[in-house]
């Protein structure tokens, strides 16, 4: 019996040993994987503002040349980097205010949709103001935004061609 008892406990300290090895490979692994994530680039706040600059900007000149195709592609844009603002950037305490965005992009999703160009304006126009609004909310008011006077590409038609 005592035998027996020697051979099992034997048994559960290899056991044991051999699943602390394992244990310590796979928090080592771990570990190594935590450092790449930390790592790993991580657009910044600014980066995503700068794409949205320019896909207002982008959106303004598709709207005023009545590219409504355009404009609506221009608009998703917009919502997909506000997204990912959300996703990427969540800790930061701007991105509470994002959701002010909500109701001129309704709007504008609204005019562009209706194909109606006066409405456009009026919903660019409080779309641009209501990012001005938030950045004076969130103390960046220095960033200020207008309605654009010139194409940011020169390589790229506004016009819709027929």
């Known amino acids: 019996m005592k035998i027996l008892f020697i051979v099992l406990s034997l048994i559960i300290i290899s056991a044991c040993s ?3 090895e394992k244990i310590s490979q796979l928090e080592n692994r771990i570990d190594s994987l935590q450092m790449k994530v930390n790592d790993s680039y991580k657009p910044g706040f600014g980066e995503f503002m700068s794409n ?3 896909h207002h900007a982008k ?15 221009e608009i998703h844009e917009i919502v997909e980097s506000f997204d ?4 990427y950037q969540a800790e930061r305490e701007e991105s509470k205010m994002l959701m002010v965005i909500n109701p001129p992009l309704d709007s ?3 005019a562009v949709a209706d194909k ?8 660019f126009t409080m779309l641009t103001n209501t990012c001005n609004s938030c950045h004076q909310a969130v103390k960046f008011e220095f960033n200020k935004v207008k309605i654009p006077d010139s194409p940011p590409f020169s390589n790229q038609s506004f016009k819709v061609e027929k």
Do not use: C, R, Y
């Not at 959106?59 to 592609?73: R, V």
């Not at 109606?116 to 919903?123: D, G, R």
């Open 108 to 110: 504008i999703k609204a």
């Open 116 to 123: 109606n160009p006066v409405s456009f304006k009026k919903s």
């Open 52 to 54: 949205i600059q320019i």
């Open 18 to 20: 051999d699943n602390s």
């Open 59 to 73: 959106l303004w000149f598709a709207g005023i040349n009545q590219n409504w195709e355009l404009a609506d592609f």
């Open 84 to 87: 990912a603002i959300k996703k």
